[in-house]
């Protein structure tokens, strides 16, 4: 081999070395750029979790907003809270003040007297121009002419003909309206104080005249006299009335003017 072709070769084998080296460097260089580019790798949703880019929040996109410390001094007292508890409240009040504030129960809208439903009414005979013809006998037998036997008398039986009108012995509400199997079709009455009043042998046509929840007035008409009490079927026609007061019978003689038959006749 001739000295110029070694010369050549040298120049190639030189040449070559520089152009991988200059491959190397832009490898190099095109590496750590891709390295700087590349977006950190999120951590991966737990196993069985689908991951979705939409529940990622972005907390640096709506920064919150702190509350302006110098507007919140200049708020006028009306939009402050109270500054006093109820305590030191009562504590600045004398005794008398605090009298004057406390609400007054009987100045209530749905205040009602304590004494108007413990109250008795006044009671009246059950019939215009009211005969008695037997006694109320709560304790001692007296005989019934229909039993044929000696018995209580829990009522004032008024004389009258079927078909008089029955009335209200004083202001109340209509319990019931019903046909007992032995004292017949009978309306009772609730009063206050306790009160209750039941009107007995009455005719059918009653049920048309009074309604269970009726509020009436004294004297009003709430049924007509009749002869459907089996009981006392063998008596004169009349009016079986009696009485009760917190579910005690009582004596309506006890509670109203009474004319008795046997008076009328008395010298």
């Avoid at 939409?54 to 001094?73: G, I, Y």
């Amino acid at each position: 081999m001739t000295t110029n072709a070694k010369k050549q070769n040298r120049i190639l084998t030189a040449a070559l070395i520089i152009i991988i080296a200059a491959l190397i460097a832009l490898i190099a260089l095109t590496s750590g750029a891709n390295r700087r580019a590349k977006p950190p790798v999120e951590s991966a949703p737990p196993v069985g979790q689908r991951y979705d880019a939409k529940d990622k929040s972005d907390e640096s996109a709506a920064p919150v907003k702190k509350p302006d410390e110098d507007a919140l001094a200049e708020k006028s007292p009306a939009d402050k809270p109270d500054a006093a508890p109820d305590e030191e409240l009562d504590e600045r009040l004398s005794p008398a003040e605090k009298t004057a504030a406390e609400p007054d129960e009987n100045d209530r809208d749905d205040a009602v007297p304590a004494s108007a439903a413990d109250e008795l009414p006044v009671f009246r005979a059950p019939l215009e121009n009211a005969v008695a013809v037997k006694g109320c006998s709560l304790s001692v037998p007296v005989f019934s002419a229909t039993m044929n036997d000696y018995r209580v008398h829990r009522g004032i039986d008024f004389a009258c003909a079927p078909g008089t009108p029955v009335l209200a012995a004083a202001d109340g509400v209509i319990a019931s309206v019903a046909k007992d199997p032995m004292m017949g079709w009978t309306v009772t009455l609730n009063h206050s104080g306790g009160a209750v009043t039941r009107y007995a042998g009455l005719s059918e046509e009653s049920v048309k005249i009074a309604k269970t929840g009726d509020r009436v007035l004294s004297g009003q008409v709430i049924g007509a006299s009749g002869e459907t009490a089996l009981i006392e079927s063998a008596e004169e026609n009349h009016l079986h009335f009696e009485l009760a007061v917190d579910g005690r019978a009582e004596d309506p003689a006890d509670y109203m003017d009474i004319t008795w038959l046997e008076t009328m006749f008395e010298d």
